[in-house]
């Protein structure tokens, strides 16, 4: 599955985006999707999953309470919403596909995106 992650730029600190990940041609229906950041210097790391269907999500803690993970089937797109952003935040985001629920590490997922680059300004 290609994909493709959008939505970046620049933010202020408190401030909200909301990143897209989109396979054009394709479907996710058989697939969990799932959100990842790199800051510079950094591991990849986990954000948020979600199973295409039945729609079941879950969240890294680093994330949870501030960022909700989503997807639209009519669109065939998965959204990632981050709200009250900081500047630790700042951070390439890239999405994934897997066919195994519940990853939290970067092994097991068999499609990337390129990262669309998150900076939040303090």
């Known amino acids: 599955v290609q994909l493709q992650a959008s939505g970046g730029g620049l933010v202020q600190a408190g401030g909200s985006l909301r990143l897209s990940c989109a396979a054009p041609?394709?479907?996710?229906?058989?697939?969990?999707m799932g959100w990842f950041r790199q800051a510079s210097g950094k591991e990849r790391e986990f954000l948020a999953g979600i199973r295409w269907r039945p729609e079941s999500a879950w969240y890294e803690d680093s994330v949870l309470g501030r960022s909700t993970i989503s997807r639209d089937s009519t669109k065939n797109t998965m959204y990632l919403e981050m709200n009250d952003l900081k500047p630790e935040d700042t951070a390439a985001y890239y999405c994934?596909?897997?066919?195994?629920?519940?990853?939290?590490?970067?092994?097991?997922?068999?499609?990337w995106g390129r990262g669309t680059q998150v900076t939040v300004s303090s």
């Open positions: 041609g394709r479907t996710f229906i058989n697939y969990v």
């Open positions: 994934a596909a897997s066919k195994i629920y519940g990853l939290r590490t970067v092994h097991g997922w068999e499609s």
